[in-house]
């Protein structure tokens, strides 16, 4: 058995609370070993409903056209980014992203109306990249201020940490107080707009807590290695 369902949003709690509402309704019911299956979900901005977004207005006419950012945009990255993280603590059994491409006027997938890679991709490989290493370590983050994490470690001890702001609620520095782990070897930054992470150089290590001085823009996420 499985119970299954949608989730289009901008708003990665009401993403994140789900699980827990639907194993409780399943257990009440005696279903306690049903699997709990997103089958898709998907970044909608400002909580549009994405089968009408062709009749909301000409304010969200870059939402739909294929030749802008559109629903692949920066934010729609860092959003996935807290989504994933965030699932990985949660009931959940599976999780699938949906990106058809282009279907209903909009961009779902992870190229662009030209072939390019989108922002889309580069969130997904992102989290990919940090999955390689195997092993998740527990991470805590301020959601309420617009944060999340995720850690994993390889055998050879090699580690990786990232954190994800979605609308960040304020600009102060980002402080990581790390167990178990010693000084990074390198601390690298996305902005909403760049595609590639690049070396960030301000920031310090000391007493077992890592600082980043960095400033965050609306959407950004820091991988620390």
């Known amino acids: 058995d499985f119970l299954s369902w949608h989730g289009y949003s901008d708003d990665p709690d009401l993403m994140l609370c789900k699980p827990e509402k639907a194993r409780k309704l399943c257990d009440e019911f005696g279903f306690t070993k049903t699997e709990l299956i997103i089958n898709e979900w998907h970044y909608i901005p400002n909580g549009r409903v994405w089968l009408n977004l062709g009749k909301q207005g000409p304010e969200y006419?870059?939402?739909?056209?294929?030749?802008?950012?559109?629903?692949?945009?920066?934010?729609?990255?860092?959003?996935?980014?807290?989504?994933?993280?965030?699932?990985?603590?949660?009931?959940l059994d599976r999780n699938y992203y949906y990106g058809s491409g282009q279907s209903y006027g909009c961009v779902w997938g992870i190229r662009n109306a030209d072939g390019t890679l989108n922002k889309t991709y580069y969130a997904l490989k992102a989290f990919a990249d940090l999955s390689r290493l195997k092993y998740r370590v527990k991470t805590s983050a301020p959601r309420?201020?617009?944060?999340?994490?995720?850690?994993?470690?390889?055998?050879?001890?090699?580690?990786a940490l990232m954190v994800a702001a979605f609308r960040p609620s304020d600009s102060e520095p980002v402080r990581v107080s790390v167990k178990g782990a010693g000084r990074p070897t390198e601390v690298l930054l996305e902005d909403g707009e760049a595609h590639r992470l690049s070396a960030c150089d301000g920031w310090t290590f000391a007493d077992g807590t890592l600082?980043?001085?960095?400033?965050l823009v609306t959407s950004a996420r820091q991988t620390f290695r």
Do not use: H, M
């Not at 739909?64 to 989504?83: H, K, M, R």
């Not at 309420?144 to 580690?159: I, L, Q």
């Open 144 to 159: 309420e201020r617009g944060y999340a994490a995720a850690a994993t470690r390889a055998e050879d001890g090699r580690a």
């Open 61 to 91: 006419a870059k939402i739909i056209d294929p030749a802008t950012d559109g629903l692949p945009s920066a934010e729609s990255g860092v959003y996935i980014l807290q989504v994933l993280s965030g699932l990985q603590t949660t009931c």
């Open 211 to 215: 600082t980043v001085n960095c400033p």
